[in-house]
């Protein structure tokens, strides 16, 4: 059996990692286990959006805490994630004109809670974003947020934990986990035990896994991401762009990196396998963002797809995540299922996790994630 640290944190996705990172500065010690490698799983293949806008209201205090560590990223981590802060704009269609009017509900309602959004609408719309097709009414931007390399930041987190004093163990399955006496044992199928007095469970698709062995089962279930990358073109666009629509297969979202590449996604979820960790591209999905980006952005559709690929993502029925402590063990907190909207929240869950495990307490207010609340009850 290993000696004994503080936390033992399951998963070293941007959540596990991150919640490394801030519990180091807070003093605890800590053991970071992932079954692969950090960032491998959700966090890693995801689209990259940093945005806070047109996330529920009430989840925009935890938004704004990770937005503060976004912009201080290099500092924190010691590392370029290429984070870009360009803006985020989100669009629609002239057949859906009663969007604008929620695109300017919601920013009000957002302004009180500390985030700006203009509306852009007519002329002012085309000279910004001359890319957009005819169909395009309107927009909301946000000017402070962005995008980043979802292939860096969990990674990142996890260096700077380790280098901070986390042990971090990779290509470490966790099989059992059980409370033994005053401890948390975590026994992983090579053998190794870790025990700590705190667990945290970071495992994303994977999470109810871990909290049905405490007698918390959840109705968690997977999808993968239908994601692409183009050939590269000239460097114009710098923010990210969404489309909101009630039609899934409408529903698109493009950023360009500085190296001239176009990531798109959005439409249809692909099928995924969370006990083979695989998800497969279906290309009537690909191709239908080809479509659709006919309507949104016209010249794009001239580039070649480069590559194409998904991933393992947890899903809950009011797509919201689980976060915070067991409602049957002491010392046991989860934050796991984060319905495809993690990326952005991700340094912000660690943040508020290492404060609540070091204090007791968070300041932001995470009870609408409760395990326990009654949409996973009911279903579970």
């Known amino acids: 059996m290993t000696a004994a640290s503080d936390v033992i944190i399951i998963g070293a996705g941007i959540a596990g990692s991150a919640a490394a990172f801030f519990l180091r500065q807070r003093g605890c010690s800590v053991t970071l286990i992932e079954r692969g490698l950090a960032g491998q799983q959700a966090s890693g293949v995801n689209f990259g959006n940093v945005r806070r806008q047109g996330r529920r ?58 985030l700006e959004l203009e509306i852009v609408t007519g002329t002012a719309l085309r000279q910004r974003f001359p890319f957009f097709g005819p169909d395009v009414l309107g927009g909301s931007y946000s000017a402070l947020d962005g995008h980043a390399n979802p292939r860096l930041v969990a ?37 190794r035990r870790f025990h700590a007095p705190i667990l945290l469970v970071t495992a994303g698709a994977w999470g109810n ?13 997977s999808h993968g991401p239908t994601m692409c990358v183009t050939e590269p073109v000239p460097y114009s666009i710098r923010c990210a762009v969404g489309v909101v629509t009630p039609v899934k297969e409408e529903d698109l979202y493009f950023r360009q990196i500085p190296r001239g ?37 016209p010249e794009l559709t001239r580039l070649n797809i480069l590559r194409v690929w998904s991933g393992v993502e947890g899903y809950f029925p009011d797509e919201q995540p ?18 495809g909207g993690g990326f952005q929240l991700g340094p912000g869950v660690g943040d508020v996790m290492a404060e609540l495990i070091a204090t007791g307490q968070t300041t932001t207010p995470i009870d609408m994630f409760d395990i326990g609340r009654p949409a996973l009850s009911a279903t579970a």
Not at 88 to 110: K, M, Q, T, V, W
């Open 57 to 114: 209201l009430e989840h925009l205090a935890l938004s704004n805490r990770a937005s503060v560590s976004w912009r201080r990223m290099r500092e924190l981590v010691g590392e370029d994630i290429e984070y870009i802060q360009e803006g985020h704009i989100r669009i629609c269609y002239r057949d859906r004109p009663e969007l604008l009017d929620n695109f300017a509900e919601y920013a009000g309602e957002a302004r009180v809670r500390g």
């Open 155 to 191: 990674p990142a987190f996890a260096r700077a934990a380790k280098r901070n004093g986390a042990e971090v163990i990779e290509n470490c399955e966790i099989l059992q986990v059980e409370k033994a006496g005053e401890d948390f044992l975590a026994s992983a199928a090579d053998g």
């Open 209 to 221: 896994r871990f909290s049905t062995q405490f007698g918390e089962p959840v109705p968690l279930v």
């Open 322 to 339: 689980v976060m915070g402590p067991s409602r049957t063990t002491s010392g046991l907190y989860y934050a796991f299922g984060f319905s």
């Open 261 to 297: 590449n176009i990531i798109i996604g959005g439409g249809p979820r692909n099928p995924s396998y969370p006990d083979l960790c695989r998800a497969y591209v279906m290309p009537r999905n690909t191709l239908n963002q080809f479509k659709q980006l006919r309507r949104l952005a």
